[in-house]
């Protein structure tokens, strides 16, 4: 029998908005004008909820990402709350390298269109905002492939784990991607910058019974919820195992869901590596997990 996760799959506009408050709050906004670009984003994406056009909500989106250009431009942006932002998603990297942001909107065929910026500090004096273009759809074989900023796959990221690896930082991140009617989808990818501080996605980094991986994705009914998460104290991501209702469905990704065991990711050398089977009792599984 499959269960419905032990979390409540929450709205996206709920999604978007525990993430936008994740950033710490101030009683009163540095700057005015961030605050005006904020009020106005959140009415365009108010019209986008309720548009039914296609055509009125591209429209629509394309003054959301315009905005959003002109909001993360402001130099306050890097570190200002942007605690207003009820739609949009960001989670920042511990050491304060850079910031991402995340949205998506419906279309009329019940899939969602993904956009993301990342506004990047590689030193104290220079910061600059990178976009982000969903292709997941046209990419191949995603797990075995390293992706960039123009080849991006669209997800709405709500937790950024840190680390170093041989002089290089990688920035592991959970993402939520809601595919259509039938299935979502929840990924773990890794984010890193390269020399020239260009933006990729995807590291052979990850370790399970199918060898390495660049990312790994998770696809399930959407009529049930799947749990992601990482534990700090165990430093471990965990996360329900998904399985067929029936085993005749299995490979149909619309019967899936979680079967009352989990598994994990160990961050060891570098690689984060495949634990089946956890003791979920050692772990806390509690708390906001979309």
Known sequence: MI??????LLSIMVLFHCQAAGVAQENEPRDTSLLAFQHRINALMTSIKN????????????????????????PEAMNYPLDSLTYVGNVASDDG?????TWNIPLEDRTFKYYGKILYKPDNKTFRSINLHDESEAIKKPEQQRLTSSQWFGALYYDVISHTSHNKSYYTVLGLNLNDMLTNRKLIDVIWFDEQGQVHFGAPIFRNKKGRQYRIIFEYSARVVMGLKYDARMQMIIYDHLAPFKPQLEGQYEFYGPDFSYDGFKLEGGVWNFYPDLDVR????SGNNQ
């Open 282 to 285: 050692r772990f806390d599984i």
């Open 51 to 74: 548009s039914r056009q296609d055509r009125q909500t591209l429209q629509l989106a394309r003054q959301v990402n315009h905005l959003m250009d002109s909001l993360l431009a402001n």
């Open 97 to 101: 390298k850079f910031r991402i942001f």
């Open 3 to 8: 269960k419905l996760g032990y979390t409540l």
